[in-house]
């Protein structure tokens, strides 16, 4: 009865250890983060990989809190965070666990190297189930690396830990063979969860190794706003500025007005409808539209000047009326002060009173 006590208590111990050591499977809460905008950014990277610590020190529950918790839900709002572009991805688990875990290396890949997909990279972190055991960062940066092309593309490494390093020798090495081979193309992010400044050295000295990358408190990105942002700046670079052509048309004051008038005539509405037409054709390439009033040198300047003004105002209402957008158009008045013809004579100064609109497309780029 004594022996048997014994084994029943020892046996006891062993299964609370083991399920202890295992952990509860954890689920990323629900992350409201928003996609970076592609209208203002594109990519700058080819591959991504995102390293997550699984260790027993993430786990620990203690005054720094559930740091695993924390470094899981982050690396679901950053999978929120990316946009719909063509990326490889790959997310690798780094921690030697115990229990229902024991089969485990010490460093796992669960996806990838695969083309990203938004849905398939969430469900590879839902739930995880084997928390426990070193923090093997140098198997993990190994593994990753396997994977990765031999050179000429861009990757972007992304490390979720609270670095306490089991051995950092070998993260030194792993981060060294990877820029070996990867060179400037090579950049490494460092996600610290926690307030353990003991590894801040070693985490500095491996990113200036990379050549590229930095550091972030995780309890920096805990907003979907300063994730989000992050995205943007690790993996994306500004989008560069659209090349917009402009396209004149010059309709004769002459025709569009009586003299002195800012009120359209019935050819000019006629005129104008044809324009409207034209514009709202192509509505989708254009980017803005300039409607710009000139007078003849008749009159004051200060009265030409508004009278430009009006006229252009009177043309813009009209193709606003017509469908165009109102958004677009900037509306503005020169008066007498560009002229395209000499106000010596009537043919001039008819010339020089006209009202141009400039319809800005935006080009592909490239082309």
């Known amino acids: 009865m004594y022996k048997n006590g014994i084994s029943l208590g020892l046996t006891l111990g062993v299964v609370t250890l083991i399920s202890a050591c295992a952990g509860a499977p954890r689920t990323p809460s629900e992350s409201a983060t928003e996609a970076v905008d592609l209208n203002a950014f594109e990519p700058r990277v080819d591959n991504f990989v995102v ?43 780094f921690g030697k666990g115990v229990g229902n875990c024991t089969g485990h290396a010490m460093a796992r890949q669960t996806y990838g190297m695969t083309a990203y997909d938004k849905n398939d990279f969430r469900q590879a972190i839902s739930p995880i189930n084997c928390i426990g055991g070193g923090t093997p960062i140098g198997d993990a940066l190994d593994l990753a690396a396997s994977g990765l092309p031999e050179a000429g593309e861009t990757t972007a490494v992304f490390i979720f830990s609270d670095f306490k390093w089991s051995d950092p020798g070998s993260v030194r090495t792993s981060v060294a063979s990877m820029k070996e081979q990867h060179g400037d193309n090579l950049c490494l992010y460092a996600i610290k969860v926690g307030d353990d400044s ?8 491996l990113i200036n190794v990379s050549g590229c990358g930095g550091v972030v408190p995780a309890s920096e990105l805990a907003s979907a706003e300063a994730m989000t942002a992050y995205a943007a700046r690790t993996l994306m670079s500004p989008a560069a500025a659209p090349l917009v052509e402009y396209e004149q048309q010059t309709l004769s004051g002459t025709a569009l007005f009586n003299l002195d008038s800012a009120v359209l005539s019935g050819a000019g509405q006629t005129e104008l409808s044809e324009l409207a037409a034209y514009i709202n054709g192509h509505e989708s390439q254009v980017s803005d539209i300039k409607v710009v009033g000139h007078t003849c040198d008749l009159g ?64 592909p780029l490239g082309s």
């Not at 620990?60 to 990326?87: H, M, W, Y």
């Not at 003991?198 to 000295?205: A, Q």
């Open 51 to 93: 390293l997550l610590d699984t260790s027993d020190s993430m786990d620990d529950g203690g005054a720094e809190g559930d740091k695993f918790q924390t470094a899981l839900d982050r690396v679901a709002s950053f999978n929120q965070a990316i946009p719909d572009i063509d990326l490889q991805a790959g997310l690798v688990l």
């Open 300 to 363: 004051s300047e200060v009265y030409n000047q508004g009278l430009s003004l009006r006229r252009a105002r009177a043309v813009a209402a009209f193709l606003a009326q017509e469908g165009v957008p109102s958004e677009l158009m900037d509306v503005s008045g020169m008066g007498e002060s560009n002229p395209i013809a000499s106000n010596d004579s009537k043919a001039g100064r008819s010339q020089n009173r006209r009202v141009e609109v400039h319809i800005g497309t935006i080009k």
């Open 198 to 205: 003991e590894s801040d050295t070693l985490i500095n000295e």
